[in-house]
């Protein structure tokens, strides 16, 4: 059975740093994409970043680049957001997620992990 398990998130000034970490376990994830999303109360769900296991590829969306990295650590099968210079608007319940390589669409989910970001 697929798990991944988040932690990490909590309360955070503007300006200040979170990681968040996705321990995966369950089955052999060298061919998958993980990601993390992150969404807000009546909003749809919001691509962050990905990356792969195997040849490390990775993305960011626009509205993190330079301030957010996403990274993995194969031999924990645990993969890492570190969130820099946060915002207001970041705050969201960050969920990591999991999809083959073959699908559009991620398969395997996180319970999620709060982030929130004060002024």
């Known amino acids: 059975q697929v798990q991944l398990v988040e932690s990490g998130g909590g309360l955070v000034q503007v300006g200040g740093s979170l990681r968040l970490s996705c321990a995966a376990s369950?089955?052999?994830?060298?061919?998958?994409?993980m990601g993390w999303l992150r969404q807000v109360p009546g909003k749809e769900r919001e691509f962050v970043a990905s990356?792969?296991?195997?040849?490390?590829?990775?993305a960011h969306a626009d509205s993190v680049k330079g301030r957010f990295t996403i990274s993995r650590d194969n031999a924990k099968n645990t993969v890492y957001l570190q969130m820099n210079n946060l915002k207001p608007e970041d705050t969201a319940v960050y969920y990591c997620a999991a999809r083959s390589y073959m699908r559009a669409e991620y398969e395997y989910w996180g319970q999620g992990t709060q982030v929130t970001v004060s002024s």
């Open positions: 990356i792969t296991w195997g040849g490390g590829s990775i």
């Open positions: 369950g089955r052999t994830f060298s061919s998958y994409v």
